[in-house]
């Protein structure tokens, strides 16, 4: 069973451009993480929010996890060659972290 | 220094053998994990081990068997192998087992079962 459902899954957009990715589940999560995967190489943490309602910054990255921590979302603004990759979301729950079906992202120069 | 290294990075094996990968952490965290990529990039955990104790066995056939002889290591061992193991293998490491933990991740192995 999918617990955590990432749309869209795929994305090719324009340099520059904003984007938004979501993360949707019917269960709560205690906290929930964002990775960034590139080909060959592992998943690596962008950032973990707890909080219902949490929002972080990361440059040009903004993370919001929502009221009720069923749900985050991830927008990335004047989006560059280099954030190209797989954005993978993972729900913790019960010391058991859950990842999201992913979002391959493509920025084109 | 590579914090999370497995080996081999590809390994191209016959149906029915038996083959291992090795993973080794120098973070010096107490918990490692192995974790299986299937081909659409959908991320599982199988198993989890804090201070060389098996945590999470998560419904992983049996012919799957980890063993960690020390907190820094946790191997796979991965016996009469089917077409249907074929994906991509990834180590994991954190410093303690809890809900906000960040997990480094080693570079991956692929498995491919002809």
């Known amino acids: 069973t999918q617990l955590l459902e990432q749309s869209p899954q795929f994305l090719s957009i324009q340099e520059g451009e904003n984007l938004t990715v979501y993360c949707n589940s019917s269960?709560?999560?205690?906290?929930l993480q964002w990775y960034r995967q590139e080909p060959g190489e592992g998943p690596v943490l962008l950032v973990t929010?707890?909080?219902?309602?949490e929002v972080k910054k990361l440059k040009r990255l903004t993370f919001q996890f929502g009221d009720a921590r069923k749900d985050s979302s991830l927008h990335i603004t004047a989006a560059q060659p280099g954030d190209t990759g797989l954005y993978l979301c993972?729900?913790?729950?019960?010391?058991?972290?859950?990842f999201g079906t992913g979002t391959r992202l493509t920025i084109i120069p | 220094d590579t914090a999370v290294s497995q080996t081999p990075k590809y390994l191209v094996t016959q149906m029915g053998n038996d083959k291992s990968i090795k993973c080794e952490q120098n973070?010096?965290?107490?918990?490692m994990y192995w974790y299986k990529q299937d081909s659409k990039k959908f991320l599982k955990i199988m198993f989890s081990?804090?201070?060389?104790?098996?945590?999470i066995n998560e419904t992983v056939p049996n012919r799957f068997s980890p063993k960690s002889p020390d907190k820094a290591h946790l191997n796979l061992h991965i016996n009469s192998l089917e077409l249907g193991d074929s994906a991509v293998y990834f180590c994991?490491?954190?410093?303690?087992?809890?809900?906000?933990?960040?997990?480094?991740f080693g570079s991956g192995t692929q498995l491919s079962v002809l």
């Open positions: 994991a490491s954190s410093q303690n087992m809890g809900y906000n933990e960040k997990l480094f």
């Open positions: 269960s709560v999560f205690s906290s």
């Open positions: 929010v707890v909080t219902g309602g």
């Open positions: 993972a729900g913790a729950r019960n010391e058991k972290l859950t």
């Open positions: 973070l010096g965290h107490d918990t």
């Open positions: 081990y804090n201070n060389k104790e098996l945590i």
